[in-house]
């Protein structure tokens, strides 16, 4: 890439001392790791080149790519990892910019369909007639607030839940949107936030969306991102887990159990008046139940062949499953003509019977078909075992600047693992480190004398290895773990035997949680994954974070069994190319919940004996080679008693 020149028309200069960020946005320093990086998408943009950019905490990487994208004048999309950070970025971060730079862009925010009213569906509900007292109480708070949004999207309704059951009534899927047909098209939520995506210069989506856009465009379905001149994937470090729930097809109890609501919906709506409709949808409603049955009582996920070999009737419930789909297909085929509802149902039940009458074929050999078991239901998956060469067809079409950047890209300094999970070749790759000076701001506690983390003791014991620490520390402290089991009889010791606040993921929402941690004292916060990141708690309200284990993924898990063996089939080492790697990025994650400002300081732990008994253990601690490390408790005790 051709280098640009230090002038004041380029990105570093406005990140700089003279620049318009230094002079009127309180508190805002020059870093030159962030003039760095704001140069290299700058080219990136104008060369339409690809950077991988390791840009560690503190560094300032949203506006490092915020202040390029701004000032290029072409058309950007941004995709973040959450639609939290899409909504922090979209409504803070970007005015604020784009107010300091004097740069006037049109800027859109879209979300996936689920996320905004459909005003079809919302009608419909007023004859629903399998409705609770509760849901007919959001419903009717829905309606007010449907009577006065300009945007439909449902997170303006503070009275409703965003996880209540009231939502898929009134949303709507790809299956059940009528698409052109609909009487409400030209006011449509969705229709509307696309239009303006279309005509924004930059757009702010989520991973999620991304990728359920690049499926449609791979499979001949249309688009529902427009085409841009250059990509931003903020926490790329996601990208690879979410591609996964994109690439390959998902059947499940929800979709089939929803397309019976819709289809009985819809013969009120449409009044076909065939007597047998209503009876072959009940038969696909009960197939549905006897294939749950048939897959076992235990939560739990499975490949299909062990699934299959656990439970003997599994292959003959499915059969009858397709046989009932088929025959609601053919009744649903003469009902089409009485209405738009019932023919967009005939649609979907063609479509997802002929998804029920693929699970009886056999599978090529870089695809994997495995079973999610839940409490309420089940989805029967098939997902490519290595996702890398669908990636590289994804993004090899896209003849535009791509910038991949996350706190976490690398493995002691190498972009190998990121490079090939997401197919790529050749790349710009840039790494800089946090500014913040962990020599003096932080210590690195790896205790001695704790019993492997496999045997039964080990939680117990590291709960009394901890308790003077905490003691020490005045509570302050996350202890995030890799399971729930450990994070309740964690919880349940601490509060049995403490005086310390415990705070327990689940209890209550996360932000919830956030606020009471930094509104109490002597508080502990026990959590698992959920927290390992995407929290920000700046201060002395956080000076303690401990890892229980080395954060390797379950070897029971199906997916994972597949793309180990398939490495070890073609003479890789699975474990140290695959687990190792994931494993060190996550555990870089849960570490960087510790320190967030320069003013931070703090202690990490990593508790895990295997760390430093393993060789693979040095991976992990060339990761965080800046932090001073020691196993004396005393001195970690009297580190935090300063704070």
């Not at 320093?29 to 991988?52: C, D, H, M, N, W």
Request: with cysteine.
């Amino acid at each position: 890439m051709v280098g640009l020149p230090l002038t004041q028309n380029n990105a570093a200069w406005y990140l700089g001392e003279h620049g318009p960020l230094t002079a009127t946005l309180k508190g805002f320093q020059p870093r030159p790791s962030q003039q760095e990086f704001a140069l290299k998408v700058e080219e990136s943009i104008q060369y339409r080149g690809t950077v991988l950019a390791e840009s560690g905490t503190g560094t300032g990487k949203t506006f490092a790519y915020l202040v390029p994208a701004l000032l290029s004048g072409k058309k950007i999309l941004i995709s973040t990892g959450t639609r939290y950070l899409q909504e922090q970025l979209f409504h803070r971060d970007l005015p604020t910019v784009a107010e300091k730079l004097k740069v006037s862009v049109t800027a859109a925010l879209l979300k996936g369909r689920s996320n905004y009213l459909c005003i079809d569906r919302l009608e419909q509900s007023r004859h629903a007639t399998r409705v609770s007292v509760p849901m007919r109480d959001e419903l009717e708070e829905i309606f007010a607030w449907s009577a006065r949004t300009k945007t439909g999207d449902k997170s303006e309704v503070s009275g409703v839940r965003e996880d209540s059951e009231v939502w898929p009534w009134v949303t709507s899927t790809v299956d059940n949107c009528l698409g052109s047909k609909c009487t409400h098209f030209t006011k449509c939520h969705i229709n509307v936030a696309r239009k303006k995506a279309a005509e924004a210069e930059l757009i702010v989506v989520n991973h999620h969306l991304f990728f359920a856009d690049a499926t449609l465009k791979e499979d001949g379905f249309g688009q529902l991102l427009p085409d841009v001149d250059a990509y931003v994937f903020d926490e790329a470090h996601q990208l690879p887990d979410v591609a996964g729930n994109f690439l390959g097809s998902t059947i499940g109890h929800r979709q089939i159990e929803g397309l019976v609501t819709d289809i009985r919906q819809a013969e009120i709506e449409d009044k076909s008046g065939i007597p047998a409709l209503l009876d072959r949808t009940a038969d696909v409603e009960k197939a549905v139940r006897e294939l749950q049955l048939a897959m076992g009582k235990r939560i739990q996920r499975y490949s299909w062949e062990e699934l299959v070999h656990n439970q003997p009737d599994l292959e003959s419930r499915l059969k009858d499953l397709a046989t009932s789909s088929s025959k609601l297909v053919e009744i649903l085929a003469k009902a089409a003509d009485s209405g738009d509802h019932l023919e967009r149902c005939y649609e979907r039940a063609a479509s997802i019977g002929g998804q029920i009458s693929k699970l009886l074929e056999q599978l090529d050999s870089n695809t994997i078909r495995w079973v999610d078991v839940t409490r309420f239901g089940f989805r029967i998956c098939e997902t490519p075992i290595n996702p890398g060469p669908v990636l590289a067809k994804i993004f090899s079409r896209r003849n535009t600047s791509m910038v991949f950047t996350s706190a976490t890209l690398t493995v002691a300094g190498d972009f190998g693992h990121f490079r090939s999970q997401m197919g790529l070749g050749e790349v710009d790759e840039y790494s800089w480190g946090s500014p913040f000076n962990f020599a003096d701001q932080t210590l690195l506690y790896l205790p001695e004398g704790l019993p492997d983390p496999r045997e039964e003791n080990y939680q117990r014991a590291l709960s009394e290895h901890m308790e003077p620490i905490f003691k020490s520390s005045r509570g302050r402290a996350f202890m995030l773990f890799t399971s729930y089991k450990a994070m309740k009889a964690a919880a349940e010791y601490y509060i049995d035997r403490t005086d310390f606040k415990v705070l327990v993921q689940g209890d209550k929402p996360k932000a919830e949680l956030l606020e009471a941690f930094q509104r109490n004292p002597k508080v502990i916060l026990c959590a698992t994954m959920g927290f390992w990141e995407g929290v920000d708690v700046q201060g002395d309200d956080l000076v303690v974070v401990m890892l229980d284990k080395l954060p390797f993924e379950s070897p029971g898990d199906p997916v994972l069994k597949s793309r180990l063996a398939r490495m070890e089939k073609d003479g890789l080492n699975p474990f140290m190319e695959y687990q190792v790697p994931r494993a060190v990025i996550k555990m870089r994650q849960g570490a960087g919940r510790l320190i967030r400002d320069f003013d931070d300081y703090g202690v990490l732990i990593i508790a895990d004996p295997r760390t430093r008994s393993k060789r693979y253990g040095k991976k992990f601690l060339e990761s965080l080679s800046e932090m001073p490390q020691t196993s004396d408790r005393n001195l970690v005790s009297n580190f935090l008693a300063s704070i």
